[in-house]
T-cell receptor
């Protein structure tokens, strides 16, 4: 039984570059969430998928952010034209229903 | 909008002692979930305990128990017989019961140190 996995675990990029993160949820979990966690804060909701449909996006998710879940399995989160303020831990979570969310290890992004 | 407040940025406890972490929340909903998650240093977030708001009985998981006061919108976590492995950030979180994304709303966390 594998948990939620995320790749890469760490990403260092220069300001203005594009980055993409991947999340593989627990098998058969139809709901997938992305959160962002900055230093000293709790995670903040970014977006949510039920199967392949993106059903909700936070106002935190600017136009530079896009997320997909093309076949209702793995998901990608892309940030275009990264800014220093995008530096954070990006967490993915999945759940089989509106219940307990299981988190991945996160991708730590550093924008120089 | 729902909010979650953890008023203790840091707490410390002696090994084998008991510690209580505080959490208050604000919502106009009557049905919801409350959670405590643990995030060890450089490790992923894991669920400690969950409470459904419609249940009056406080949830218990081994050494972890909650004091859920719905009218006061309070949800504290008690850790008994503290162990060194309990050292971590603890986050209180709220989620609506149904009808939406059930996204989690987190507090800012409490850093727990366990002293040997």
């Amino acid at each position: 039984d594998t948990g939620v996995s995320q790749d890469p675990r760490h990403k260092i990029t220069k300001r203005g570059q594009n980055v993409t993160f991947r999340c593989d949820p627990i098998s058969e979990h139809n709901r997938l969430y992305w959160y962002r966690q900055t230093l000293g804060q709790g995670p903040e909701f970014l977006t949510y998928f039920q199967n392949e449909a993106q059903l909700e996006k936070s106002r935190l998710l600017s136009d530079r952010f896009s997320a997909e879940r093309p076949k209702g399995s793995f998901s990608t989160l892309e940030i275009q034209r990264t800014e220093q303020g995008d530096s954070a831990m990006y967490l993915c979570a999945s759940t089989p229903g509106g219940d307990t969310q299981y988190f991945g290890p996160g991708t730590r992004l550093t924008v120089l | 909008a729902q909010t979650v407040t953890q008023s203790q940025p840091e707490m410390s406890v002696q090994e084998a002692e008991t510690v209580t972490l505080s959490c208050t929340y604000d919502t106009s909903e009557s049905d919801y979930y409350l959670f405590w998650y643990k995030q060890p240093p450089s490790r992923q977030m894991i669920l400690v305990i969950r409470q459904e708001a419609y249940k009056q009985q406080n949830a218990t998981e081994n050494r972890f128990s909650v004091n859920f006061q719905k009218a006061a919108k309070s949800f504290s976590l008690k850790i008994s017989d503290s162990q060194l492995g309990d050292a971590a950030m603890y986050f209180c979180a709220y989620s609506p019961y149904q009808g939406g994304s059930e996204k989690l709303v987190f507090g800012k966390g409490t850093k727990l140190t366990v002293n040997p």
